[in-house]
């Protein structure tokens, strides 16, 4: 961790970043010049020469915070990755596996014995074994729920049952839980010999005997409020919480409005089961923001910066032939036209400003939408108002943008009827654009699917289509004397 | 706050918007029947309605968290949005300022007197006037420093010193600092006599005599430890602090890193100047990501979902305008080759091809680019390598993706030369956009700018131009027969 005055924490990483590529380097160096020298005992040496490697790599990791060993895995090329995460002692090797990438996690695992693994996972709570559980081997997942007890296995089981967009997927176990009929002079003194809080623990869970949450006490209660005071009267019993069930994002837009660090997860009985934290939900928006980005051009959100080329190339593969897919599309309702364009080729000439208009516009009205129903802003009570106004605005902005670029048509080429076409294919393709630009993120929404997820490829795919069919068909029928 | 155990946070969100907008429209209503009815004395009955309505909607808004207020506020369109604001007691003004979205707060300011402006300002902390102080009206803000005293003024001069993506901006002033010579008793007092301890108090700050952080003291730590203890033995001295000068964007990754909840801010000589919380860092994650989407199609994150159809319009027009600009580079360049597709009309209809490949793969590096760079990922020491991997990729998939349309071509037209000129052009115009997508994002980190912001329209206007060029320029060279 970033303790000295001088370096920001980022600074701070990309330095040991730096000295660990050096030792790393070096120690390459040492092999390749003892496998060419004229040592006869290659294989001593270099083990002598690793070992001491191995051991100055050690240090530098064992000083260093599992967040931080992960950036610097993510940042090492495959060969010095490996060689490194060796280096790494066993006791951290889960929590540095909890912190890195998807991808890497990956590169990582495989490169582990199950017995490795399994020792890794014994360093672990039952809710950091459930977050790596997807990446795990079988036989080294059944092998770490032999290790569990009774309790630890049903804990690990409840939390797997739920799909990885439910609170209850994200919920740990970290909770400090109190009977509602101690006084805070007995929590106190349970906290005392306790001796050491759970991370991000700013509040403990009062439960009835049934397990029932009735209020939670902040911990700053217990410190402002006299010995004697009861727990049900301290405690506050208008709170926050969430069903395990319920869905991630908005149990995240919860934390944002109300700034909660933690809240108790009930199941629909309101009996505890866990308790959701604020660095689950900074991690939820970062990772569903991310891969919002990366879907957008159909990268999968599991790449590794240094994969094989073959393994990225893959990964990219299915978005560029959906586009080639939908191009050819475009491509055949331009065919349909072609002798248009042999009697006018300034058509030709004209449609990229048809296609690049068109989709913008369809993006912008579709972007707003699909941030407007994740804040939940869009009810049925203002959904019509809203779409009305949209449309309006196509209208608007068609007419004006439709004036300008007919002006600018005419100014190329001094063709009047052309200018009026490209003008009047311009207004019905924004009003086009916006419609399409609501309904698929509206109608997505209706039938349950992310509405950021895919909309913007089929919106373009759709605009740009249509809009060459507009531009085209005008000019077919306007502009073309047929012999 | 959502307190019943059938509701979640947004259904309970939900119902209370939707008994406001019936209280409204039930309003309006009265009012229009009033005005047609027969009743001679209307002003009167009005002023009387209108109060019966008014005190059913304080009573409403009374029991949300200003949070919800903002929700409901930003949810209705402007006519209602201005009656229900009317109707919010003075004393929650502020703190629903502070939480509505930057466009509907200008909407809200713009009907106060600033009068109303100064009360509401005097609820808030000066961090938090800081927050509002860039949409307040002059006047209303000089009033309100007048009516601060000599500490705050400071206070509140210090923050608004520091640029928005500075740490100093986002910072608030409500830590408990105590000095490193005293004990955990007299911490203990201390902490009962306040009585309060701010939101987010997770550690107290421990600074020696001259106002220099010494170390951190977890909450927690004062629960655990024996009241005799002194905290300079308790405290923990190895602690993430952020200079105030310093990015948000990085200490916002530290945030994630460490999951811290709190953390100090210091100036070059490790002074304290306040802290950083979670709830800045969760808003600063959401405001970027919200910004780097919404810029990417060219609208200001200030579009209120109600703003007047002719603002929208206007907000939407700078975006427009630079893609039809770029779109007509486009234009010119197809323009040059117009005698071309004369000779060969079906290279008009697979241009649509070459501008979806090329932007889809350019952009695919970008953002895989600028994902990197937002982490730190990218070192000098590991730039080379990551260059490399995609061009050597961007070969890899010109070559299969070259052929494979090639093939397609053939299908359709049954032209070897037509196929081949096509399959060429792919493969160059993959390595172009790969090398686009590489040096637009890398040069706007280097010479100190947002690599998220405007680069996808640079990228697509760049492959889009080059990839015309490319494909007919190979096309008349190749293909056309002069005469």
Redesign the interface.
């Known amino acids: 961790?970033?303790?000295s005055?001088t370096l920001?924490?980022?600074q701070f990483?990309?330095q040991q970043?730096?000295e660990i590529?050096t030792l790393l380097e070096k120690q390459q160096l040492e092999k390749s010049l003892v496998e060419r020298g004229p040592i006869i005992n290659h294989d001593l040496v270099e083990a002598v020469l690793n070992k001491q490697q191995q051991n100055r790599l050690q240090e530098k990791f064992d000083l260093l915070?599992p967040?931080?060993i992960a950036?610097i895995l993510?940042?090492?090329?495959l060969d010095q990755r490996q060689i490194a995460w060796d280096a790494i002692k066993i006791d951290d090797d889960g929590h540095v596996l909890l912190?890195v990438s998807d991808a890497v996690r990956q590169t990582l695992i495989s490169s582990m014995e199950a017995e490795e693994i399994v020792n890794a996972a014994g360093k672990l709570n039952t809710d950091e074994i459930a977050d790596l559980a997807a990446d795990l081997p079988k036989r080294a997942m059944l092998k770490i729920l032999r290790s569990l007890n009774n309790k630890e296995r049903k804990h690990l089981n409840d939390i797997l049952s739920y799909q990885e967009n439910q609170v209850g997927s994200r919920m740990d176990l970290g909770m400090i839980v109190i009977q509602d009929d101690l006084n805070l002079k007995a929590v106190?003194a349970y906290?005392?010999k306790?001796?050491?809080?759970p991370?991000?623990?700013?509040k403990f869970f009062v439960v009835d005997q049934h397990g029932i949450v009735k209020g939670i006490l902040p911990?700053?209660r217990?410190?402002?409020h006299l010995p004697v005071q009861s727990v049900a009267d301290v405690m506050i019993s208008?709170?926050?919480?969430?069903?395990a069930g319920?869905e991630i994002a908005?149990?995240s837009?919860?934390?944002?409005?109300?700034?909660l660090?933690s809240a108790p997860v009930v199941d629909s009985d309101?009996r505890l089961q866990g308790r959701l934290c604020?660095?689950s939900?900074?991690?939820f928006?970062?990772d569903k923001?991310?891969e919002?980005?990366?879907a957008?051009?159909?990268?999968s959100e599991e790449?590794d910066?240094?994969s094989s080329?073959?393994k990225?190339?893959k990964n990219?593969?299915g978005?560029?032939l959906i586009?080639?897919a939908?191009?050819?599309v475009?491509?055949?309702i331009?065919?349909l036209f072609?002798d248009v364009?042999?009697q006018l080729?300034?058509l030709?000439?004209?449609?990229?400003?048809i296609?690049?208009?068109g989709g913008?516009?369809g993006?912008?009205t579709s972007?707003?939408i699909i941030?407007?129903l994740a804040?939940?802003?869009i009810?049925p009570?203002?959904k019509r108002?809203?779409i009305k106004?949209e449309l309006?605005?196509a209208a608007?902005?068609g007419t004006?943008?439709g004036f300008?670029?007919g002006f600018?048509v005419w100014l190329?080429y001094r063709d009047l009827a052309l200018a009026a076409v490209m003008a009047m294919a311009m207004f019905i393709n924004l009003i086009v654009a916006v419609s399409v630009g609501l309904a698929i993120p509206l109608l997505r929404y209706k039938f349950g699917k992310d509405p950021a997820i895919g909309t913007s490829v089929m919106l373009t795919s759709i605009t740009?289509s249509m809009g060459?069919f507009i531009f085209l068909g005008l000019a077919s029928l306007f502009l073309i004397h047929r012999v």
């Not at 208008?238 to 069903?243: A, K, L, N, R």
């Open positions: 961790m970033a303790s005055n920001s924490p980022t990483l990309q970043l730096q590529v915070h967040a931080d950036y993510e940042s090492l090329p912190e106190a906290i005392r306790l001796g050491k809080l991370k991000h623990t700013d911990i700053h217990l410190l402002t208008d709170f926050v919480h969430f069903q319920q908005e149990a837009r919860a934390f944002e409005r109300y700034d660090i309101g604020v660095d939900i900074v991690d928006i970062r923001t991310d919002d980005m990366l957008k051009v159909g990268v790449e910066l240094f080329v073959w990225s190339a990219r593969w978005w560029l586009n080639i939908t191009a050819f475009s491509t055949r331009i065919g072609e364009i042999l080729v300034a030709a000439s004209l449609m990229p400003i296609a690049a208009t913008n516009t993006n912008q972007i707003l941030r407007s804040l939940g802003q009810t009570v203002n108002r809203l106004k309006t605005l608007l902005n004006l943008i300008l670029v600018l190329l740009d060459f």
